[in-house]
């Protein structure tokens, strides 16, 4: 019976790569390609909706831990501007929102304690929170009469905007030369 397996020699000793074929790009490469993606995500030229508007840059940037900030959604209306921030497990007395030098900021802090005592065992459990976010306020918003409501667990955010900015459009008609 004839043998079916061709044997191979094999290298071995340091510095040993794996042969890559012409035009594609090594391991290494590919790592250091991920990496660099990783590292400058959101630093490109591509915009994200309202990005200038209410200064997300540093949070695109990755300064911010994300497991300590809620999640956000801003959406602008007709007459006002709208932030809703997701934080589960909180009341309205663990939230607070400052206006100042045109800036919004939204902080909570929660803390829970938990005590079991049994004959056989005795659990005691401590949980410590807390976050907060700024946001530049678009200009076109009356600062006085921002309001906030609270309702299991979401936060809203209403931010009107002044007369002057709430104008309708106006359609300008192209005229030929």
Do not use: C, H
């Not at 007709?78 to 900021?105: H, N, R, W």
């Amino acid at each position: 019976m004839s043998e079916l397996f061709t044997k191979l020699p094999v290298k071995t000793g340091k510095g040993d790569r794996w042969p890559v074929p012409f035009g594609l790009p090594s391991l290494e490469s590919l790592q250091r390609d991920i990496d660099r993606l990783f590292e400058n995500f959101g630093g490109g030229s591509w915009s994200l909706p309202m990005r200038r508007t209410f200064g997300l840059e540093p949070l695109l940037r990755g300064d911010v831990s994300w497991g300590n900030v809620p999640a956000v959604d801003i959406v602008e209306r007709d007459k006002a501007f709208e932030i809703t921030a997701e934080i589960p497990g909180m009341e309205e007395k663990d939230v607070e929102l400052k206006v100042s030098s045109g800036v919004l900021t939204i902080k909570g802090e929660k803390s829970e304690e938990k005590e079991e005592k049994e004959k056989d065992y005795y659990l005691s459990e401590r949980r410590y929170g807390a976050f907060e976010r700024s946001f530049r306020i678009p200009d076109e918003v009356d600062t006085d009469k921002i309001e906030a409501t609270f309702k299991k667990g979401v936060l809203t955010v209403t931010m009107p905007k002044k007369p002057e900015a709430q104008k309708p459009e106006k359609k300008i008609t192209v005229k030929a030369a």
